[in-house]
């Protein structure tokens, strides 16, 4: 049988085992969530179609300036923003090389809070065909 001493002991170390556990466990749930999607965009949907003016392939996020022409013949910059550039190597999905400036670009996706000329990019079409990331399926249902 364990004495006093050995008890408190044995208590100590499993409740450090049972914290460690918590904390390694919600650890990748607290860096998910770094930022709130609802802080910078609205699920609505729009469609844009211009030249790369800047590339961004850097973590936390790719970003994308795309220069678009209004109906009115005016143009804009767009700052698109996509996930992290680790996760896209990863996955193969593309590169820093897959879009360079001066690159025609179709980007759908959700649209910037506020009337901001900011999208959170879901699908890429590129002038030669290619879907990025691949697989994904081409929604034009919403044009600005």
């Not at 896209?88 to 670009?105: A, C, L, N, P």
Request: glycine share 12%; hydrophobic share 35%; charged share 25%.
């Amino acid at each position: 049988m364990l004495d006093g001493g050995s008890d408190t002991m044995f208590l100590r170390d499993v409740f450090c085992c049972l914290v460690l556990a918590s904390i390694l466990t919600l650890m990748p749930i607290l860096g998910y969530g770094h930022h709130s999607f609802a802080a910078e965009f609205i699920r609505e949907g729009v469609t844009i179609e211009g030249v790369v003016t800047e590339v961004w392939f850097r973590n936390p996020h790719i970003r994308y300036y795309i220069e678009v022409q209004t109906q009115s013949g005016n143009t804009e910059i767009w700052d698109t923003r996509g996930g992290s550039a680790t996760n896209y190597q990863r996955r193969g999905s593309w590169t820093r090389d897959s879009i360079k400036v001066g690159d025609r670009v179709v980007m759908t996706g959700n649209r910037g809070r506020d009337g901001r000329k900011l999208l959170d990019i879901r699908t890429v079409l590129l002038d030669d065909g290619t879907v990025l990331p691949p697989g994904a399926l081409l929604d034009y249902r919403h044009t600005d």
